[in-house]
C-alpha cells in the first residue's frame, strides 16, 4: 500500500468544508487541522503510486478554497518513532526532582559551574 501525506493551505475560514469533503474522498484515511503554515494535513493511500498523483492532482488539489499543496511520500525507513525508548515522567535525574524546591546555593552553584571562566 502506498501512502502519501498532504499538506494543504486554503482560504481562512474554509478548513471545515474542505476537511468535510476530504474526509469522504475513498483513498483518504485521515485529514486534521494544523496550526502553522498549513491549514490541513491528509494522510493518502493507494493501492498504486499513480493513483497517489490522480487523487491529489484531480481531487485534492482541485478542491474550491484550496490554495496550494505540499506533498510527502514517506521514505523506505517506515517508522522510525518504533525504536525510541518510551519517556515516562518518571524517568527523571535524581539531583533535581519535580516539586522538591532548591535552595538558593544550588540554584547558584549551577549556575557558577555552568559560567566559571578558566
Known sequence: MDKAFVLITCEPGKEPSILERL???????DAQGTYGVYDIVA???????SQLDN??????RKLDDVNSTL????TALGD???????????VI???KKPLEEQSSEEENDDFND?????
Not at 55 to 60: K, M, R
Not at 71 to 74: D, G, K, N
Open 23 to 29: 474526509r469522504q474522498m475513498k483513498n483518504v484515511v
Open 43 to 49: 494522510r493518502i493511500e493507494s493501492d498504486e503510486k
Open 55 to 60: 487523487i491529489i492532482s484531480d481531487q485534492i
Open 71 to 74: 506533498t510527502l511520500i514517506p
Open 80 to 90: 522510525v518513532t518504533s525504536n525510541l525508548p518510551e519517556i515516562t515522567p518518571d
Open 93 to 95: 535525574p535524581e539531583q
Open 114 to 118: 555552568e559560567y566559571e571562566e578558566e
